[in-house]
């Protein structure tokens, strides 16, 4: 009989399902559906993937948005847009992983890398208060005076100031962007266009968590590891280092701090050369039953060698590949189903004809014969819940007969 308890299975190594199992109870692949999921709803799911990564590429559902339906179903994205940018705040923006909706509590155990945005912020942001110092200043006036504002707001003020300033667009975003990552100015929303609105974060973060103590860096690590570690179940100190996007310098320390507190239990895994964390509270099902399509950007397939050391599955974003080079496609969504990666598909919404486009569907080796039919299932509730009224699947790929069958020619016009 396999192990069913944390106590049993740090006495042996892990096997890989095993391993995929916990990953998966960790990410909210067991939780329960509700009929009409609820702001409660929102915040348990927020509670297992820890951040929701921000990405600005439309042609199917933008990306934070996709975690959330992947482990909830159809939701009314209006419930992240009032957890995110109304009062009480549940989450906020910031270089959690990378630009990511995080937990409101996890601002404090930011401070330690807010204040390096003079040597961390990534390119242009950094360089832009190396050199323009003054203008930094002045766009940060400027938030206090009028926020929340975005890039473009303060860019239409330039006329009275262009002069004293010498400001350009590219210029206001840049330094917006640094006081963003220094957390000088924080995100309040954002608006129709999908551009950050900046304001002061003591008009956005609640008074109680900006009254809080800031952590150590040291106490900050060992929280940010511990959080990945609950997001993650078990994974090697490099999974739970990408979480968060840390120093190697600061993840290994808070591993070991965590090993010898007893939260984290060092194990094996099965086909995985580097040693392996389990979580002292990561659930051990016996089956995870999950059928879900995943965005490049969800947790679960985020960090490549991790997604394939867990799930035997190759995988890369080709958005960026020109595209005659590209294997499967622009924007393909690997498919889960029970607790195997088994298909991937590529997808985009054509919200003119009403229509989710299936340009391209590939099975794995070992899919099941029923992945056709689980896939059709799972492509109807995502155009359903996108506002499409059909499911068109075009000719490309090795499943594509099968899922057009499945889908059938109501669904799948010729």
């Known amino acids: 009989m396999p192990p069913d308890t944390v106590a049993d299975m740090v006495r042996q190594s892990i096997s890989q399902s095993q391993a995929r199992r916990i990953a998966l109870a960790a990410q909210g692949f067991l939780d329960p559906r509700h009929e009409t999921p ?5 915040a348990r799911t927020v509670a297992r993937t820890g951040v929701l990564q921000i990405d600005s590429v439309n042609v199917l559902q933008r990306a934070h948005y996709m975690p959330l339906f992947s482990r909830m179903g159809a939701y009314d994205i209006a419930l992240l847009h009032r957890a995110s940018g109304t009062k009480p705040r549940r989450l906020v923006e910031y270089w959690a992983h990378m630009a990511a909706y995080m937990p409101i509590e996890l601002w404090p155990f930011m401070q330690h890398r807010m204040a390096r945005a003079r040597t961390e912020a990534w390119g242009s942001p950094r360089s832009i208060y190396a050199r323009r110092p003054d203008l930094v ?15 473009r707001d303060i860019d239409n003020d330039l006329p009275r100031s262009k002069v004293d300033w010498g400001w350009n667009w590219s210029e206001v975003k840049q330094a917006l962007e640094y006081l963003f990552f220094a957390g000088e100015v924080t995100a309040a929303g954002r608006n129709g266009q999908f551009e950050r609105l900046y304001d002061l974060p003591e008009r956005v973060i609640p008074e109680h968590i900006l009254r809080q103590p800031t952590p150590t860096p040291a106490e900050a690590h060992i929280e940010l590891i511990r959080r990945a570690a609950i997001s993650h179940g078990v994974g090697t100190e490099a999974c739970l280092r990408d979480y968060y996007r840390m120093h190697s310098q600061a993840s290994r320390p808070a591993v070991r701090a965590l090993v010898e507190s007893g939260e984290l239990l060092a194990v094996e895994v099965e086909g995985w050369q580097p040693p392996a964390y389990l979580h002292r509270d990561a659930r051990v099902p016996r089956q995870v039953s999950a059928r879900a399509l995943l965005s490049p950007f969800d947790p679960v397939v985020w960090e490549r060698a991790r997604t394939e050391r867990l799930f035997d599955f190759r995988y890369r974003i080709e958005i960026y590949v020109p595209e005659p080079a590209r294997v499967h496609g622009y924007y393909v969504l690997p498919f889960l189903l029970g607790e195997a990666l088994v298909a991937r598909v590529d997808l985009k919404a054509d919200r003119r004809s009403g229509s989710l486009l299936v340009k391209g569907a590939y099975a794995e080796p070992a899919a099941p014969p029923d992945t056709p039919v689980e896939m059709a299932a799972a492509l109807g509730e995502l155009a359903a819940w996108l506002g499409l009224d059909r499911v068109q699947v075009d000719p490309r790929g090795d499943l594509a007969p099968a899922l057009s069958a499945a889908v059938g020619p109501a669904r799948s016009p010729a």
């Open 137 to 151: 200043a002045n766009v940060l006036r400027d938030v206090a005076t009028h926020g929340p504002v975005t890039a």
């Open 38 to 42: 609820t702001m409660r709803t929102l």
